[in-house]
């Protein structure tokens, strides 16, 4: 059997992660040391959190612009409810709970009103993070219970692993499995190839997004604990311009913008990779301004790529059929 | 000005590969001004890329294309335009809010000094339908045009650029009956006007009705070039498939049993009205009629794709929830619909994908798919259906025509349904494939299943059906057992509502 390395996006980006890995612990001293490898994986948890909802948003056609809002929602209820006396559990239900309602609410007016899934997320984004100023104004909610506090930072024993990483690994299993090897994930990616086609096969096209806005309102409200915790701070602009973040990491890891393309491992490479690089940046002392535009580049490589993959791949085939 | 007769273009011995693959392997064709040349062949004999190539959109690899006394330059649409040659696609490509002169004219507007002069622009679109014998109002928009009327727009638009020789890629696929007669007088307005025509069709009663030269092609090369008079149906059958058809349509006799879908005074006030019909186990109703007589937006609503207002769908008895495919599903009916590329497959995913899509519980484990039962089920399927393709996983958009219709089929099949409705289930695929499928349905009528057949093409409605239902403008006119069906009297039901003689 002749092993034939596929040209695609989801290799690539796996070639530019190791890329980058040797490229950033050659040029800075601790780039590979425990402590900052801790620091990328537990840097981009809540990023991670997210993009495992909004991937299969994104596959099914859609987008949500909210989910740093939902993020920020929930975490001001977790704080403000704590404050008021609720036990923790319950504050952290709350917290998964609004997220869970906000997510429903993005599906409700996408798929029943029939409004588009960006003009109602631009509104959801401002409106969602609204109410969480409405909730704790200016305030800054920072106490919390020790071990939860040190659950999002402190990492497992004493490896270099943080207590957060076993249970995004077990999501990345989990919704891999899901996106991959269920019904549910064959329906989401039919969706998003042929909305008609779809209903023609029988699947319940406004259930089905319903279900998945949900479902990444849910995952938003995860990792509104998440960051809560890992930053000790309940307050109105935690998370803000993270869905963009997440929305590239999405990109970058080759999930098609237009719907019905993607790969979990691609996703979760994306995420590293975005992560990497902005360490790297940091080790280097690059300021702010620049993390951003590189953010930016990557962005923009991430959507032009696989266009100018397949171009060169066209040219490749015309150039055969000359010889 | 050609002269009725001049050779307008000569290929001889056109060669094309891709990649590995040879699609054309010495192809000659010669078109003269005034004639209608129809290129006929089974799908992947070559007919497209060839089109494809005088287009411009293709280079060829090998052989002489000459325009007249010129070389032919390929390699360009421009070029191609350029050199008089136009294609008209199946589905035209107009701008639906601009008007029928705009839409002519495009980028090539009359100018009268800096401003674009409409009046002229529509008075010469005028002209131009006067001329292929269609007077549409070139003000009105395109929007809401008949596909028939709007490829006339397209016509006028390749005559406005001085084309010459027409080029069309089955032209009539997707019209009625009264549709099709009027691109045939537009066709014969252009022949008038010694243009040449070439035309691809799967219809073989209208390639005989309108051509003046048959060129048939097999495997990338021609076969035979003659003119009508010198060649017939079964020859040209014949010389397509290499081989000969001896039934195109196979019926067999099935036993008939219980009634196993009853259709009461079903109505969408916009679509249809009170249709009632009755499908029993191991028979084959076909819904006849016109393209636009409701016969698809019936065959939805039984589904449950589109809601009904009244009436009711019963199966094996029971009441069926109305606006559900899943209720449908549930009761194990299976829906084939009309455009297989839109509505029934799955284009970019993999042909094992497409396959397995209704049938999860089959292939699945406690909670997760199992690959394996993938490969084995979709591996029964190309093996019941003969199904073509490289591996499993190539996305069904790189399968030709015929090969996704039997996917689609496969995938239906796989669920093991008692009703079956099949919504044109041979349009745009080949002679020889639409054999199978017609053997196909037989087959499934043959296990007991009620299967509802739409189809548009009369001698597969005479040959395959146990029941005829005519529909004329949103109303059943006629229900005609096989032994009283005949030709007209469909035809008089579907066009005039009469019962017939």
């Excluded at chain 1, 023609?200 to 319903?210: D, P, Q, S, Y």
């Excluded at chain 2, 002069?117 to 269609?134: I, K, N, S, T, Y």
């Excluded at chain 2, 008079?229 to 019926?251: A, H, N, W, Y």
Aim: hydrophobic share 45%.
């Amino acid at each position: 059997m002749k092993l034939k390395l596929r040209l695609t996006w989801d290799t690539s980006i796996l070639a530019l992660l190791v890329t980058v890995w040797i490229a950033a612990s050659l040029t800075t001293d601790n780039f590979l040391s425990s402590i900052n490898v801790s620091q990328i994986f537990s840097n981009t948890s809540e990023i991670t959190i997210m993009a495992f909802g909004v991937i299969f948003l994104i596959i099914t056609g859609e987008i949500d612009l909210s989910v740093a809002s939902i993020l920020a929602l929930g975490s001001s209820m977790l704080g403000w409810s704590y404050a008021h006396g609720a036990p923790i559990w319950l504050a952290i239900l709350i917290c998964i709970a609004v997220g869970t309602l906000c997510g429903f609410i993005n599906g409700f007016l996408v798929t029943k009103v029939r409004l588009g899934s960006l003009a109602v997320t631009i509104g959801t984004l401002a409106l969602y993070r609204g109410i969480a100023n409405g909730i704790l104004g200016t305030n800054t909610i920072n106490e919390f219970p020790d071990f939860w506090t040190g659950f999002g930072f402190d990492t497992i024993g004493t490896s270099f692993i943080p207590q957060s990483l076993p249970i995004i690994i077990l999501f990345g299993i989990g919704f891999g499995l899901l996106l991959h090897n269920t019904p549910f994930g064959r329906r989401t990616l039919a969706i998003g190839q042929s909305p008609e086609a779809a209903r023609f096969a029988g699947i319940n096209v406004i259930k089905h997004k319903i279900i998945v806005f949900t479902f990444t309102g849910f995952m938003s409200g995860i990792a509104g604990v998440i960051y809560t915790f890992r930053f000790s701070t309940a307050q109105a602009d935690n998370g803000i311009g993270l869905e963009l973040l997440v929305i590239s990491a999405c990109l970058l890891g080759g999930v098609s913008i237009f719907g019905g393309i993607g790969t979990m491992w691609g996703v979760i490479a994306g995420v590293l990779l975005a992560g990497s690089v902005e360490s790297w940046l940091t080790l280097r002392e690059i300021n702010a301004q620049w993390r951003t535009i590189v953010t930016g580049i990557l962005l923009l490589t991430s959507v032009a790529a696989p266009v100018l993959i397949n171009k060169a791949k066209a040219a490749k085939a015309r150039a055969e059929n000359k010889s | 000005m050609a002269q009725k007769g001049d050779l307008l273009l000569q290929m001889k011995g056109v060669q094309k590969r891709f990649g590995g693959a040879i699609a054309l392997r010495g192809t000659d064709l010669s078109i003269r001004a005034g004639e209608i040349h129809a290129l006929l062949g089974e799908n992947g004999a070559g007919k497209s890329t060839m089109l494809k190539i005088l287009a411009g959109v293709h280079v060829n690899d090998g052989g002489i294309i000459s325009l007249g006394d010129k070389t032919f330059i390929t390699g360009s649409p421009e070029a191609a335009i350029a050199q008089g040659i136009a294609v008209i696609y199946q589905e035209p490509s107009l701008f639906l809010d601009l008007t029928l002169a705009e839409n002519v004219f495009i980028g090539r507007q009359p100018m009268k000094g800096v401003a674009i002069d409409w009046a002229q622009a529509q008075v010469e679109a005028a002209r131009l339908f006067a001329e292929l014998g269609v007077p549409l109002d070139p003000k009105r928009q395109a929007r809401g045009l008949s596909i028939a009327d709007q490829q006339v727009v397209e016509i006028a638009k390749a005559l406005s650029m001085n084309a010459n020789i027409i080029l069309m890629d089955e032209p009539t696929a997707a019209l009625s009956a009264s549709e099709v007669e009027r691109l045939m007088t537009v066709m014969k307005s252009l022949k008038a006007a010694n243009k040449a025509v070439i035309f691809v069709s799967h219809r073989l009663d209208e390639v005989f009705m309108i051509s003046d030269y048959i060129t048939v092609m097999r495997d990338g090369a021609t076969v035979s070039e003659n003119p009508v008079s010198e060649t017939d149906l079964q020859k040209v059958i014949k010389e397509m498939v290499g081989r000969e058809l001896t039934e195109l349509f196979p019926k067999t006799e099935n036993k008939i049993g219980g009634v196993a879908l009853e259709i009461n005074n079903l109505t969408n006030p916009a679509y249809f009205h009170n249709i009632s019909f009755t499908v029993r186990h191991g028979e084959i109703v076909a819904l006849a009629g016109l393209v636009g007589s409701g016969r698809s937006e019936v065959a939805r609503a039984i589904f449950g794709i589109d809601k009904y207002t009244t009436g009711s769908v019963k199966v094996n008895g029971k009441d069926l929830a109305k606006g559900s495919p899943v209720a449908a599903m549930a009761e194990k009916i299976a829906l084939v619909p009309e455009d297989r590329r839109q509505q029934g497959l799955f284009m970019i995913a993999g042909v094992n994908r497409n396959i397995s899509m209704e049938s999860f519980d089959r292939i699945k484990g406690k909670l997760f798919l199992n690959f394996k039962k993938e490969r084995a089920l979709t591996e029964i399927w190309r093996e019941k259906l003969s199904i073509k393709y490289e591996a499993q996983s190539n996305p069904v958009e790189s399968l030709s025509g015929g090969n996704q219709q039997k996917t689609v089929l496969a995938k239906w099949l796989a669920t093991n349904p008692d009703i079956l409705i099949v919504d044109e289930p041979t349009r745009g695929i080949d002679v020889g494939t639409k054999a199978e499928v017609h053997k196909l349905i037989n087959a499934a009528a043959g296990e007991g299943k009620a299967v509802l057949m739409i189809s548009s093409e009369l001698p597969e409605v005479l040959g395959m059906a146990d029941r005829i239902i005519v529909m004329r403008e949103g109303h059943k006119v006629a229900e005609l057992s096989r032994t009283e069906a005949t030709q007209e009297k469909v035809i008089a039901a579907a066009t005039t509502g009469s019962k017939g003689a």
